[in-house]
């Protein structure tokens, strides 16, 4: 049977607002559970009008989710690599919990989760492409929370029998991504009229928000239960070329990394079991995306100007991550 009513955790995130417009468009019922629309992002598209909203923090594990739904994506985390040096408790704590609390519901109601998970696992290495079966290499707290997150849903499939499916973002961009992750960032500081940086000798993979959640949504019609897939563009882009194609080559200066910032120097993942399995495939050339990203911003100043000061803010310490400057907190 086709899932028709569809739970979204972490609905008024970047992944989770872009999922729950999808899903919208294709004429599922959406149930977005998160602690508040923070970003405005409901509120800008118009979702906040339109899907039934819970408003609450999940992590909190005397919570449940709703007993009328389908099935549940479980998107609900504190993203951020670097959030994660500054606050590892915090994060490790947040991101168990919440998927205690999904898997806990999905267990009492019978629903399946799938779990959105990150390429970050993978840590990095010297230049291969990672597949699934890549041995993990956490090398932040984000990362090990998320290897912590995968083991419970694997365990509650395995001893709970609760139907689940594990995918692995890679690097996303795109509309509504606030500016403490590379590309909005640069796009805001060029903006503004600031310089840019970018770090020597890293190459990611980034794909655009649409082809991200092109590739859920295929997992939601497929409904391949029991595996694991990433969801990523497999090509490796070095960060120099990324920040060029916004500022151009007069517009930023090299830095080194830091001796230490949880990142590994390749980190670039393939998708084709993805692909095998559903026909999926990204469709946006990065450089397209990019520029079309840009555009979105120029035009959409009145969403991220509230948030100009995480873009002038300092990487060398904790400001310029949102969720630092804008903490997560209770029910709202």
């Known amino acids: 049977m086709m899932a028709r ?8 995130g970047f ?12 004429g599922y019922e959406l149930t977005l559970y998160d602690i508040g629309d923070r970003m405005g992002r409901l509120s800008a598209t118009g979702l906040a009008n339109r899907a039934r909203r819970r408003y609450a923090n999940l992590a909190d594990t005397g919570r449940e989710l709703d007993e009328d739904l389908d099935l549940v994506v479980h998107l609900a985390a504190l993203p951020q690599v670097d959030y994660s040096l500054y606050h590892p408790e915090l994060v490790v704590r947040n991101n168990v919990n919440s998927t205690l609390t999904v898997l806990k519901s999905a267990r009492a109601y019978g629903y399946p989760v799938l779990f959105g998970s990150s ?27 998320k290897i912590a997150c ?19 973002l890679t690097n996303l961009y795109g509309p509504f991504q606030v500016p403490d992750r590379v590309i909005p960032r640069v796009t805001v500081q060029s903006i503004l009229g600031m310089r840019s940086e970018a770090v020597s000798g890293r190459y990611r993979d980034f794909l655009h928000i649409s082809d991200a959640v092109d590739g859920i949504m295929a997992l ?16 490796p882009l070095s960060l ?28 670039v993942a393939d998708a084709q079991k993805l692909t095998a399995a559903t026909d999926w495939r990204p469709t946006i050339d990065w450089r397209v995306g990019v520029r079309n990203t840009v555009a979105w911003y120029r035009k959409q100043r009145l969403w991220w100007d509230p948030l100009n000061g995480l873009a002038k803010a300092s990487r060398s310490g904790p400001d310029f991550l949102a969720d630092h400057v804008c903490p997560i907190s209770g029910d709202e």
């Open 5 to 12: 009513k569809i739970g979204i955790t972490g609905g008024a």
């Open 15 to 26: 992944v989770g607002t872009h999922l729950a417009l999808a899903a919208e468009r294709a």
């Open 119 to 145: 390429i970050e696992v993978y840590g990095g290495n010297g230049g291969e492409r990672l597949i699934e079966e890549s041995p993990v290499l956490p090398l932040s707290p984000y990362a090990s929370s």
């Open 150 to 168: 995968e083991n419970l849903v694997s365990s509650y499939r395995s001893t709970f029998g609760v139907t689940a499916t594990t995918f692995r």
């Open 220 to 235: 939601i019609g497929q409904r391949v239960w029991g595996e694991t897939f990433n969801i990523s563009g497999g090509l």
């Open 240 to 267: 120099e070329q990324v920040v060029e194609a916004i500022v151009g080559p007069d517009g930023y200066d090299l830095v080194d990394p830091a001796d230490v910032d949880g990142r590994g120097p390749h980190l």
